[in-house]
């Protein structure tokens, strides 16, 4: 017994021994020289200090359990004291059954950011612009780590540029735990003219990571800026992915509220303008499951104006599954205004599809260019359609309108 209390008292001594040296180690002299450089080599200190104090916990802890083991060994029984004596070691070192470095590791890290929001709060005050942006990104690379901080300045915070600020960091992040945040935020922000700043943050999600969150706040939210934001912001960030999403969403919808819900849906589909989405785009055309998913999916389409999105809107009239959408496609392709487009738009003036004629006609109007009516002119000669060549010579005369304006300049 003498010797288990022998053990255990070495091991507080060396544990003290160990607690006196990190601090000697974190409040050493450092000479004057960059502020921001001092703040990040403690930092830095602290979770080599931390990491090397769970280690050292560890040890003692293990030498502990086997000196003990050795005496109970030599007694040949183990009693209640033998337990005691090892839990007096976990209580005194502040660990709890078996350390786990990765927690300790969380733990740390967790404080270190809690530092940079707050340093990143002082520099806003004080107008940093640059020490301001080095901070943020800092913080917005440790990920969802940062949410809890950036979110209590958000909220805490009296200085409108700080909370928009902590704004902008969990947008950045584009987690599904921070946008859920950001916007848990903004709904509890009540002066106007903060909250519409803070979703103008918005902006700086830049991918569809978070797009099932944004979807499930359109629709909980029918009205408002908000709302108008998650809009926006889908229909910049939406994939194909999250555009399929959206029509699943639309035809499940039921209750008093259907009408509303869907339309704020067939409003987000309408600004959908990624590149990532004309495949699926392109697909809702063609199966035409409602006339109002079709048409704002090839308005959407017209909208992008890429050769991607002129190909698959030129496809889906074409496709022998469409189903009665022809003249919406060709009219969406009317509205399309791409001068590195002309060579394909100009193709379709040869195609045996009467409304992809028309459609191109009319997209080629938007060229303004004197070899495009050169074109026309041609295709002119040889068309038999009376509706194709009302296109062409709409196009022609809007081309010839604008030549003799700039003519004029």
Request: with cysteine; glycine share 4%; hydrophobic share 35%.
């Amino acid at each position: 017994m003498k010797n288990r209390r022998k053990v255990v008292i070495f091991t507080l001594i060396a544990a003290a021994g160990i607690i006196c040296a990190s601090a000697l180690i974190l409040f050493r002299e450092k000479s004057p020289i960059d502020s921001a450089k001092v703040a990040t080599e403690v930092r830095n200190e602290k979770t080599k200090e931390a990491n090397e104090s769970a280690k050292d916990t560890q040890i003692i802890r293990s030498f502990v359990g086997s000196e003990i083991t050795k005496e109970t060994a030599k007694s040949g029984k183990s009693n209640v004291e033998d337990i005691n004596a090892i839990k007096d070691v976990e209580k005194e070192t502040s660990m709890p059954g078996k350390p786990e470095l990765a927690d300790s590791n969380s733990a740390n890290n967790n404080d270190i950011t809690g530092e940079l929001c707050q340093e990143l709060k002082t520099s806003i005050i004080n107008k940093d612009s640059n020490e301001t942006e080095e901070l943020l990104d800092e913080i917005v690379e440790q990920g969802d780590e940062s949410v809890y901080h950036l979110k209590s300045l958000l909220l805490e915070s009296n200085e409108p540029d700080v909370k928009e600020f902590a704004a902008i960091g969990l947008a950045r992040i584009n987690s599904p735990k921070s946008v859920n945040e950001l916007i848990d935020g903004v709904r509890k922000t009540q002066d106007e003219n903060i909250r519409e700043n803070l979703i103008k943050t918005f902006n700086e999600i830049k991918d569809a990571a978070s797009a099932d969150e944004l979807l499930e706040t359109l629709t909980e939210e029918e009205t408002g800026i908000l709302r108008d934001g998650v809009r926006d912001t889908l229909g910049r960030v939406a994939d194909s992915k999250v555009v399929e999403n959206m029509v699943k969403l639309y035809g499940e919808f039921d209750g008093q509220d259907k009408g509303l819900e869907q339309i704020n849906l067939l409003a987000t589909l309408l600004r959908v303008r990624s590149e990532e989405s004309v495949p699926a785009l392109k697909d809702i055309i063609v199966k035409g499951k409602t006339t109002s998913l079709s048409t704002n999916a090839a308005l959407s389409l017209g909208a992008i104006g890429s050769e991607s999105a002129i190909k698959a809107i030129a496809l889906a009239i074409t496709d022998e599954d469409m189903t009665g959408n022809e003249l919406t496609c060709a009219h969406a392709m009317a509205s399309i205004k791409n001068e590195n487009a002309t060579s394909m738009l100009s193709s379709y003036l040869s195609n045996d599809n009467e409304d992809l004629r028309m459609g191109a006609a009319l997209a080629l109007g938007n060229t303004n260019s004197k070899k495009v009516l050169a074109i026309l002119e041609q295709a002119s000669q040889f068309e038999q359609s009376e509706k194709v060549k009302t296109a062409i010579e709409s196009s022609k005369a809007k081309i010839t309108a604008v030549l003799a304006m700039k003519s004029t300049k």
